[in-house]
Protein backbone atom coordinates (compact mmCIF):
# COMPACT_ATOMS: atom_id res chain seq x y z
CA UNK A 1 0.00 0.00 0.00
CA UNK A 2 2.46 2.56 1.57
CA UNK A 3 6.15 2.76 1.65
CA UNK A 4 7.09 1.62 5.25
CA UNK A 5 9.24 3.53 7.48
CA UNK A 6 11.73 1.77 7.46
CA UNK A 7 12.65 -1.90 6.90
CA UNK A 8 10.88 -4.56 8.16
CA UNK A 9 14.26 -6.62 8.65
CA UNK A 10 16.97 -4.45 9.98
CA UNK A 11 15.16 -1.04 10.97
CA UNK A 12 16.97 1.28 8.86
CA UNK A 13 14.99 4.04 7.54
CA UNK A 14 13.68 4.09 3.32
CA UNK A 15 10.66 5.65 3.18
CA UNK A 16 12.55 9.37 2.66
CA UNK A 17 14.10 7.80 -0.27
CA UNK A 18 10.86 6.31 -1.90
CA UNK A 19 10.03 8.98 -4.52
CA UNK A 20 13.39 9.43 -5.50
CA UNK A 21 13.44 6.06 -6.14
CA UNK A 22 10.43 6.07 -8.06
CA UNK A 23 10.88 8.97 -10.54
CA UNK A 24 14.58 7.23 -11.54
CA UNK A 25 13.17 4.09 -11.83
CA UNK A 26 10.31 4.89 -14.11
CA UNK A 27 12.38 7.65 -16.18
CA UNK A 28 14.51 4.39 -17.10
CA UNK A 29 17.30 4.08 -14.90
CA UNK A 30 18.43 0.73 -13.59
CA UNK A 31 17.17 -0.15 -9.89
CA UNK A 32 20.28 -1.50 -9.12
CA UNK A 33 22.34 1.50 -9.87
CA UNK A 34 19.56 3.96 -8.00
CA UNK A 35 19.73 1.92 -4.40
CA UNK A 36 23.76 1.88 -5.01
CA UNK A 37 23.70 5.56 -5.47
CA UNK A 38 21.29 6.02 -2.93
CA UNK A 39 23.43 3.57 -0.31
CA UNK A 40 21.47 0.93 0.20
CA UNK A 41 23.88 -1.95 0.09
CA UNK A 42 21.58 -4.70 2.70
CA UNK A 43 19.60 -7.04 0.61
CA UNK A 44 16.83 -6.60 2.99
CA UNK A 45 16.25 -3.03 2.71
CA UNK A 46 16.67 -3.42 -1.24
CA UNK A 47 14.33 -6.23 -1.62
CA UNK A 48 11.66 -3.75 0.58
CA UNK A 49 11.93 -1.18 -2.55
CA UNK A 50 12.20 -3.94 -5.26
CA UNK A 51 9.18 -5.56 -3.83
CA UNK A 52 6.89 -2.88 -3.18
CA UNK A 53 3.67 -1.67 -5.71
CA UNK A 54 1.52 1.22 -4.91
CA UNK A 55 -1.87 -0.33 -4.92
CA UNK A 56 -3.46 2.74 -2.46
CA UNK A 57 -5.44 3.77 -5.78
CA UNK A 58 -6.69 0.36 -6.37
CA UNK A 59 -7.84 -0.14 -2.43
CA UNK A 60 -9.41 3.06 -2.45
CA UNK A 61 -11.91 2.83 -4.77
CA UNK A 62 -13.85 0.17 -2.33
CA UNK A 63 -14.12 2.28 0.62
CA UNK A 64 -17.33 2.46 1.69
CA UNK A 65 -19.12 5.68 0.89
CA UNK A 66 -21.42 6.25 3.81
Known amino acids: MIIPIRCFSC??????????YKERTSAGEDSKK???SLGYDR??????????S?????????????
Do not use: N
Not at 54 to 66: A, T, W
Open 11 to 20: GKPIAKDWEE
Open 54 to 66: EVIDDVMRYRRLQ
Open 34 to 36: VLD
Open 43 to 52: YCCRRMFISH
